[in-house]
């Protein structure tokens, strides 16, 4: 497609339940990163994958975070057994390979209210 | 730990005027920053980069400046738009061979009046 697409782009979840929010990058771009935006706060990172490997996962808060890039391509970040303190828009951004944050195009997020 | 901060978290100028939008770097040894516009409901869109041997860049109406005597950037941008209004944030970048991730500051949302 012809930017990063992120779905679904509101999720309202009850504390304890577990959540997917799925990442569709540019066509042919290596990289991809997650990144979490609390509410009047800049991005913060997560994740990072090239292809298919996860590379950094330094920035994911807890165990309950997890994330995956099976086939190279679209991206899944799951977030299990959530807390109000999970409340906040994911962000993901893909890029051409080498050139990791040069290059970056954001998606428009999913932000995630934890009820 | 490293930390990319912003000295004012609002600013509200007139159209037409010029606007400064200013951050602090902590890391002495960062190469490569990016300054990022984020309207509401959207991903940050890149506006303009420097790299640390420049001391100013400049593009359309937007102008980096970088001081790394006092580890200090400013984003300067002219003749102020309506559809300037957003949140700017700068971004110290990663070195792509180190991981290639962003570390935002807090950010500055720009209001521009009529």
């Known amino acids: 497609g012809a930017g990063v697409s992120q779905s679904p782009r509101y999720k309202v979840a009850k504390r304890g339940q577990d959540v997917a929010l799925r990442c569709d990058p540019i066509s042919g771009h290596v990289s991809l990163f997650w990144y979490q935006q609390a509410l009047g706060q800049g991005p913060e990172f997560l994740t990072y994958f090239q292809n298919e490997a996860q590379l950094d996962k330094s920035g994911l808060p807890s165990d309950r975070f997890f994330a995956e890039r099976p086939e190279g391509s679209v991206s899944t970040l799951k977030i299990q057994r959530t807390q109000q303190e999970d409340s906040a828009v994911y962000l993901c951004a893909s890029s051409f390979r080498g050139q990791g944050s040069y290059g970056y195009t954001f998606g428009s997020g999913t932000r995630l209210t934890v009820v | 730990g490293e930390s990319v901060g912003l000295h004012l978290p609002t600013l509200s100028v007139q159209e037409g005027d010029n606007s400064i939008i200013n951050c602090a770097y902590s890391?002495?040894?960062?190469?490569?920053f990016i300054w990022y516009k984020q309207e509401s409901g959207k991903g940050p869109q890149f506006i303009i980069d420097?790299?640390?041997?420049?001391d100013k860049r400049q593009g359309q109406r937007v102008t980096v400046l970088l001081n790394k005597t006092v580890k200090h950037l400013s984003l300067q941008i002219a003749a102020t738009q309506p559809g300037d209004s957003a949140v700017y944030f700068c971004a110290d970048a990663i070195p792509y061979n180190q991981g290639g991730k962003l570390i935002f500051g807090q950010g500055t949302e720009l209001s521009v009046k009529p």
């Open positions: 420097i790299r640390s041997n420049m």
């Open positions: 890391n002495s040894a960062s190469d490569y």
